[in-house]
């Protein structure tokens, strides 16, 4: 979850960016006048009409070599990389910032060239398709029919993710007792945010999950440890 008292994000253009360093961090605090919103140099203006956004988690970095040697540990078939991160969106309006508007959401990276394994793999279409291996570094993303619903979000909508949009290219179904994430966008991109990791460092190009195979079925137990 974020830091208590620091809802931040890197502000930049609409480019790649890097999740290293903490370079034109935005975020609002409690001022002598009210709310404001804050540079990292200490520069504070209004916060009218402005937003704040911010990635987090709670998990530390994971490597690429981890992830290549959980594919070679016994009984394992396969291994994948994913990152899981919660979106917090608060934006003022323009002419008074006395009640803010917030929207959280869950939001995973998914290796698009591994789809068999990761959280799409058991997921239904309900609308337009999923990714392909070519999506690894496309601004597309796939969002839950039920986040979906509860948003008006449908194919072709726009969804703008710390200053970059991603084109929604499917609605897809998923098991609701496994709380599924609302959106999902390819590894590759969401690499290049910024993000707050609650409980370590989370390094560029790190994951913060691994997926994996068993081998077979007697091997499930086995791997799941």
Known sequence: LPAPGSLKNGQGN?????????QGVHYFEMGPHGLQMCTSNGKCTS???????TLSTQYSGISAAEVAAA?????VAAAAGGMTLQDSVITC?????????VNVFTLDGVDTGKLSLGPLSSASLASGHSFTAA??????????SVYAASKN???????????IKFTVIGIVRQGRAASPP??????????????QAGAGSLGNHEVNTIY?????AAGIAAVSK
């Open 212 to 216: 994996v195979a068993a081998a077979s």
């Open 153 to 163: 979000i449908k194919v072709g909508s726009v969804l703008t993710i710390d200053e």
């Open 14 to 22: 609409q480019g790649r960016k890097s999740n290293q360093g903490n």
């Open 71 to 75: 594919a070679r540990l016994p009984g």
């Open 182 to 195: 609302d959106v999902y966008v390819p590894l590759a991109r969401i690499q290049d945010l910024p993000v």
């Open 47 to 53: 916060p009218d009409g402005k937003t704040v956004d």
């Open 93 to 101: 309006p323009k002419n008074s910032c006395t009640t803010p508007r």
């Open 135 to 144: 999506d690894a570094d496309a601004g597309v993303a796939v969002v839950d």
